[in-house]
């Protein structure tokens, strides 16, 4: 080997390492047979108690890990079931001949991201419950991302009241029988109303699988809508995989053993008493204390550890095995009603020894000394041309990127310095090119369009691009502030924070938000570091007034023409028999004039005017319903009036609402485009109606009024019970609604008052509380011009 050469620093610490190991060796052998059993008895029930809080400390976070998990769980299948609405059921959910559902495994590719379910065939399957399938299978992303982070879960399910039960990963069902119930099983029985009304997160004792995997224990929460118990969600842990992961790794002896057993003595895991069995739902039930045969010494020592409420550690005596002194340590395991004990025997430990107090100080000395030698040697050979490069590489640090001679003739420090000299020319080569990639990145960062800013978990903006530092005052500096503040002059973070959102689930979000009458989207997006933690959140806003006015425009043209569909059909249909009517109305009329009977002269006319009136109808609808070209026009308000009443008439008839009509001249006309005076006359009329008591009455009048130029002026009078002063503040704000029933969208008035300064007019309210509301809309008969000059 070339690089163990006699100048070689490699070759000189090889070969005092050597002789220093050598001597060590030596020395430490001739003291080793020295023991100190005193000081071992003392250290021995330290180092097992600490042990013993060890292991409890890992099983209460591991539980506490599931606990989060099922948890997680049950919420995300409350949120599903709340939001699903689909009751088709997928074609991969069949019928076995006994009749119970089944997911197809054929056809498909199951993997471990797949669930199967069991549904009993007694049960009927009804759209409710086929929404409740629906929606447990939207949780196959969290039970996937559940097994990816951890490693020793064997199954995770849902069972609710009904039978159901969702499982991950797949498996078949054939273990169950046709009727079978989860209600009944363990792990539903710990965690139903009765046994559990404090509704919490709890664990089972020991039991057999139903799938055939074995003793398993299982962390339950309860799942509920409202006060109503809806299920379970579980997280299952197999015992063996509690043994092997957290009770089988002991190493203080051969004789060294853990065991956990509940306050009352039921054994969770103990391997000097394992359960025994295969039966489905079988549980474990052995009380140490009671159903095993033990020493009556051994049985006191566990008795006290039962009732004590801390760690601690108890000795005992073991009649059976030549009454060797055994020691216990244990420690609760917090949140549970656990309690991890560690046994070992003294002799056994005691084995390992210690050093001699005297012998022990003379062997430090002997290293010290030896030691203290090799550290000159180390020095004048290694140190002293290390430090030097130390020195180098503090300088490149400080941006000096200055190359040096080698400090050593050694050729592995003069490898090193050349090194350091390669690297030097290369950071200063990377550093400049990480300047101008960061130039580089700011243009882009100012290039966006709308405010974009990065802020701190703290809520600190940090940086705004230049189009977001025109949203604040000129010469006003909003870096280092509270986004909420210098964005909202608020005094503490929002409402339902997206923000605050992002840092949990460190996932993207979006949201809409209406500032002073103005829509804006947000998009936010979290910045993680190497350990997945969010360190900073991007934002980004847009102005997007517009597009949501479009929206709702088109919203309400789609309607409209829904509408245009459905009287055109009706048209059509209804035509032909209208005309066979009047023309069988015309012969009635010539084929009984000589009669000269009044009575049969009042029925024929009768009839044609009732068919006069159906056409008239027909005609009226299919008029208001059709699609405007967005042409200027003259338009008859009148008209409009009189075809939005029609479509109000069902819930007019039902309330028995009084309408009146005042017109200073009919017709009243309007120059310009007839979807938004519709969109605006319909928002006004509707909420009028919304509003009307039963017998109220409405009163729609409309005139020409002249001031700087001449205007149109149309309003609508409820007697209703008034709009409350709280309320009148924000009727104009966007999403602001006072409809309980889900149906309102709180955007209706504020289009309303958009489309009326869009058209160039003014809309005003007058209202008190208990006597009714009036709305005045007022727009210039012909936009942009004066009087009716363009008529």
């Known amino acids: 080997m070339t690089f163990l050469k006699k100048n070689s620093l490699v070759t000189r610490v090889l070969v005092l390492f050597i002789i220093f190991n050598m001597i060590s060796i030596f020395v430490f052998t001739l003291f080793i047979f020295q023991k100190d059993r005193q000081k071992t008895i003392q250290n021995i029930e330290t180092t097992i108690q600490e042990i013993a809080m060890e292991k409890a400390e890992v099983i209460n976070l591991t539980m506490d890990h599931a606990a989060n998990e099922s948890e997680n769980l049950a919420m995300w299948t409350m949120e599903y079931v709340s939001n699903t609405i689909d009751m088709t059921l997928p074609s991969d959910y069949l019928k076995s001949k006994e009749g119970v559902l089944y997911r197809k495994k054929s056809g498909i590719q199951r993997s471990e991201s797949h669930s199967s379910i069991f549904f009993p065939a007694n049960i009927p399957l009804n759209n409710e419950r086929i929404q409740i399938i629906n929606a447990t299978e939207k949780l196959e992303p969290q039970f996937k991302a559940l097994f990816e982070r951890t490693n020793y879960y064997q199954w995770a399910y849902i069972a609710t009241e009904d039978g159901l039960l969702r499982i991950y990963p797949y498996s078949g069902i054939d273990m169950y029988k046709p009727f079978h119930q989860q209600k009944y099983d363990p792990f539903y029985v710990v965690a139903n109303e009765e046994n559990n009304p404090e509704r919490k997160t709890v664990w089972t004792k020991p039991y057999v699988d139903y799938l055939g995997t074995g003793w398993m224990i299982t962390c339950t929460s309860p799942l509920y809508q409202g006060d109503k118990f809806f299920g379970v969600a579980c997280v299952d842990v197999r015992l063996d995989t509690l ?14 053993f853990a065991y956990v057993l509940d306050r009352k003595g039921d054994i969770i895991y103990h391997p000097d008493f394992l359960p025994v069995g295969d039966k489905q739902g079988q549980m474990f039930l052995t009380n140490i204390i009671h159903d095993t045969h033990i020493s009556n010494e051994y049985k006191g020592a566990l008795e006290n550890i039962l009732s004590s409420e801390g760690v601690g550690f108890v000795n005992y005596f073991d009649r059976s095995n030549n009454d060797k002194k055994k020691l216990i340590a244990y420690a609760p395991i917090e949140g549970q009603d656990w309690i991890i004990a560690v046994e070992i025997a003294y002799d056994d430990y005691m084995a390992m020894g210690t050093l001699n107090t005297s012998n022990f100080l003379l062997y430090i000395l002997i290293i010290s000394i030896t030691l203290l030698i090799f550290s000159i040697f180390l020095y004048e050979q290694y140190s002293k041309p290390i430090i030097a490069l130390e020195k180098q590489a503090q300088n490149i640090a400080k941006g000096k ?12 420090i003069k490898a090193l310095s050349d090194a350091f000299n390669i690297m030097c020319i290369e950071i200063k080569r990377f550093t400049e090119s990480l300047i101008q990639k960061n130039k580089e990145i700011e243009s882009i960062f100012n290039s966006i369009g709308g405010l974009l800013m990065i802020i701190s978990p703290e809520y600190d903006i940090i940086m705004l691009n230049e189009n977001g530092k025109k949203a604040f005052e000129k010469g006003l500096n909003p870096i280092g502030e509270k986004c909420y503040c210098a964005l909202l002059n608020g005094s503490e973070r929002c409402k339902d924070c997206k923000v605050e959102r992002v840092i949990r689930t460190k996932k993207p979000a979006y949201s809409r938000m209406a500032i002073k009458g103005e829509f804006f989207s947000n998009g936010y997006f979290p910045i993680l570091d190497f350990e997945k933690e969010v360190v900073e959140v991007v934002i980004h806003s847009q102005r997007i007034t517009k597009s949501v006015l479009m929206e709702k425009e088109l919203l309400q043209t789609e309607k409209l023409a829904g509408i245009g569909q459905v009287s055109s059909a009706i048209a059509h249909e209804l035509k032909n028999p209208l005309a066979i009517i009047r023309g069988s109305s015309y012969l009635l009329e010539a084929y009984t004039k000589e009669l000269e009977d009044p009575r049969v002269e009042e029925v024929i006319h009768t009839i044609s005017s009732t068919v006069e009136s159906a056409e008239k109808t027909i005609y009226n609808l299919l008029d208001f319903s059709g699609q405007s070209k967005g042409n200027l026009e003259w338009i008859d308000v009148t008209k409009v009036i009189n075809q939005i009443l029609f479509l109000s008439n069902r819930e007019r008839i039902q309330k028995n609402i009084i309408t009146e009509m005042q017109f200073d001249t009919e017709p009243l006309l309007f120059y310009g485009e007839v979807e938004p005076l519709k969109i605006i006359m319909q928002n006004i009329i509707s909420n009028a109606l919304n509003a ?16 700087e130029r001449q205007k149109l002026e149309l309003t609508v009078k409820d007697n209703g019970s008034g ?13 602001f609604t006072t409809d309980t029933t889900g149906k309102g969208t709180g955007l209706g008035l504020w289009i309303t008052k958009m489309m009326v300064k869009k058209m160039e007019g003014e809309i005003l309210i007058e209202t008190q509380e208990g006597k009714g509301t009036t709305f005045t809309v007022k727009l210039p008969v012909i936009k942009g011009k004066r009087g009716m000059n363009g008529r």
């Open 243 to 256: 043994q092997k992961n957290f009770l089988a790794d002991f190493r203080l002896s051969d004789t060294g």
């Open 692 to 707: 009307l008591p039963e017998e109220g009455i409405l009163v729609i009048q409309g005139r020409y009024i002249k001031d």
């Open 723 to 735: 709009i409350p002063e709280q309320v009148l503040e924000n009727i104009y704000n966007p999403f």
């Open 401 to 412: 990127y200055e190359l040096i001679d080698s400090p050593s003739n050694h050729m592995e």
